[in-house]
């Protein structure tokens, strides 16, 4: 059960951080034609305005579909699609910030002033940490988990409490912001660094669509590496 849960908790701050995107969207008034709840068919959807809001058949993620060619979406501010890009990132933060409140608020009895403290510290340490852990990597390859490691150790050393599924989703929330936030298309991180270039360079916007396509390939093989690296762990009963 403490699995599925940790699952389920994976899901809700994957479409936590594409709500981020959303909103943001609507503040800087870029269009959105599409909001959904996960990948694949269409399970169930409502058109509100501009927007038509799905959930879909593979429950996991999400996305948001702006309503723009590639012409219109540099016809808007470079600034907004900033704000667009970084929506995600700051919805985890805020997320991950929430939890360690409520962590500092039930498990160490701390006044809310305090507990906003002890939030505001534990993200600059785990942000630290995340990106000390990122930068050792490359060297390190063995070491990258997936989406069923991540899976395997919540539901194995977190699952079973509620201070330990909230200890969970503040490092989800904060991967996921890190993550997001490296220069590589097609992470947040990689479209902030197209439209700076775009401001300095316009010619270098040209070569975005392959270099997308490259990441997208780049992301991919790493996902299948670190899935085949949490099946040799199961295997060994090194997440037991």
């Given at each position: 059960?403490?699995?599925?849960?940790?699952?389920l908790?994976?899901?809700?701050?994957?479409?936590?951080?594409?709500?981020?995107?959303?909103?943001?969207?609507?503040l800087?008034?870029?269009?959105?034609?599409?909001?959904?709840?996960?990948?694949?068919?269409?399970?169930?959807?409502?058109?509100?305005?501009?927007?038509?809001?799905?959930?879909?058949?593979?429950?996991?993620?999400?996305?948001?579909?702006?309503?723009?060619?590639?012409?219109?979406?540099?016809?808007?501010?470079?600034?907004n699609?900033?704000?667009?890009?970084?929506?995600?990132?700051?919805?985890?933060?805020?997320?991950?910030?929430?939890?360690?409140?409520?962590?500092?608020?039930?498990?160490l009895?701390?006044?809310?002033?305090?507990?906003?403290?002890?939030?505001?510290?534990?993200?600059?340490?785990?942000?630290?940490?995340?990106?000390?852990?990122?930068s050792?990597?490359?060297?390190?390859?063995?070491?990258?988990?997936g989406?069923?490691?991540?899976?395997?150790?919540g539901?194995?050393?977190?699952?079973?409490?509620?201070?330990?599924?909230?200890?969970?989703?503040?490092?989800i929330?904060?991967?996921?912001?890190?993550?997001?936030?490296?220069p590589?298309?097609p992470?947040?991180?990689?479209?902030?660094?197209?439209?700076?270039?775009e401001?300095?360079?316009?010619?270098?916007?040209?070569?975005?669509?392959?270099?997308?396509?490259?990441g997208?390939a780049?992301?991919?093989?790493v996902?299948?590496?670190?899935?085949?690296?949490?099946?040799?762990?199961?295997?060994?009963?090194?997440?037991?």
């Amino acid at each position: 059960m403490s699995y599925l849960v940790v699952i389920l908790i994976v899901g809700l701050l994957i479409v936590i951080h594409e709500l981020g995107h959303l909103l943001v969207a609507k503040l800087c008034r870029i269009p959105i034609a599409q909001f959904s709840i996960g990948f694949g068919p269409k399970l169930l959807g409502r058109k509100w305005g501009e927007t038509t809001y799905l959930i879909s058949a593979v429950p996991i993620a999400g996305y948001v579909l702006p309503a723009l060619d590639e012409r219109e979406a540099r016809e808007h501010p470079v600034s907004n699609r900033i704000l667009f890009a970084l929506g995600g990132p700051f919805a985890n933060v805020v997320a991950a910030f929430a939890g360690l409140l409520a962590l500092g608020v039930m498990e160490l009895g701390l006044g809310v002033t305090e507990a906003a403290v002890f939030a505001t510290t534990g993200i600059w340490t785990n942000v630290g940490q995340l990106a000390t852990a990122l930068s050792t990597l490359f060297a390190e390859p063995s070491q990258l988990s997936g989406i069923v490691g991540i899976v395997a150790i919540g539901g194995s050393q977190f699952g079973s409490t509620v201070a330990g599924l909230l200890t969970f989703s503040v490092f989800i929330n904060l991967n996921l912001a890190v993550l997001n936030l490296l220069p590589l298309p097609p992470l947040d991180g990689g479209k902030i660094l197209f439209c700076l270039l775009e401001k300095i360079c316009q010619p270098l916007t040209r070569v975005q669509m392959p270099v997308t396509l490259a990441g997208w390939a780049f992301v991919l093989a790493v996902m299948v590496y670190a899935t085949i690296q949490d099946l040799q762990r199961i295997a060994g009963g090194l997440f037991a």
